[in-house]
């Protein structure tokens, strides 16, 4: 299987932000690479939050690696060729370039189930304004380890006839910010954390936002999850 080499140096350099460098947890430090008939599908999670994109396959086969995330974006950062081709073993999969190949032990753990994004209608908002919003509700926050209360570890997103209004506090300062958006009347709770990965991610002209019961959805030319957190933002109006 033959993949164009900036497209995976680019959607590995998002997924490494995914994981947790110090995870004890084997299977939280892995990437799942799926080749499949017309596509590559790359997937990282560590079940708090997860990562899948999809890039172009030449030569296609199929099979499926399960490797470590760390090294192998190390590994693929590094390459200058303008494609790379795998080549699966029995207990390895084989890189091919001009200068040498690599090769990377393949786990046998099990792979976790990544959530599956529900079937329903989305906040439709521009990269753009989910950037400027995420920069401002970030500079209103402390950093996680001195939230007291869960609330402090939300913003709070509503939408009202494609108006949406996002709040964010630590209890000593609070940050409002106002846009237009493309929205059914909604209220999502962004994980705090969610926007601290998300903010220098986010470029593409359309983002998509589906909230389920367990799980805030994000996808632009990527799909990301996060887990969500139970917990009531409190009223702030006429502040």
């Known amino acids: 299987m033959k993949l164009e080499t900036a497209p995976l140096q680019q959607a590995m350099a998002v997924a490494v932000r995914m994981l947790d460098r110090n995870t004890v947890i084997p299977e939280h430090g892995l990437v799942k690479i799926d080749f499949e008939t017309d596509f590559t599908r790359l997937s990282t999670t560590n079940l708090d939050r997860s990562f899948s994109t999809q890039i172009q396959v030449f030569n296609a086969e199929t099979g499926s690696v399960l490797i470590d995330a760390q090294r192998f974006n ?5 390459v200058e060729d303008e494609f790379v081709e795998f ?9 091919k370039r001009k200068k040498g190949n690599a090769s990377f032990i393949l786990s046998n753990g099990n792979f976790p189930v990544i959530p599956v994004a529900p079937d329903n209608e989305p906040t439709i908002i521009t990269g753009k304004a989910l950037k400027e919003m995420f920069g401002a509700v970030l500079c209103g926050m402390q950093e996680d380890k001195f939230a007291t209360k869960p609330w402090m570890n ?4 509503t939408v009202t006839d494609n108006h949406f209004q996002c709040l964010s506090s630590d209890e000593k300062r609070i940050v409002i910010v106002e846009g237009e958006c493309e929205s059914p009347n909604t209220n999502i709770q962004f994980p705090i954390s969610a926007i601290r990965l998300l903010v220098s991610v986010l470029d593409d002209d ?22 969500t957190i139970s917990t009531q933002f409190p009223n702030m109006s006429g502040v």
Do not use: G, M, N, Y
Not at 210 to 226: A, G, M, N, T, Y
């Open 154 to 157: 939300i913003a709070d997103f």
């Open 206 to 227: 359309k983002v998509k936002i589906i909230p389920s019961e367990k799980h805030l959805f994000v996808e632009s030319d990527h799909l990301f999850s996060f887990r």
């Open 74 to 78: 190390t590994f693929i950062q590094r």
């Open 87 to 95: 080549v699966i073993k029995e207990r390895e999969v084989v890189i």
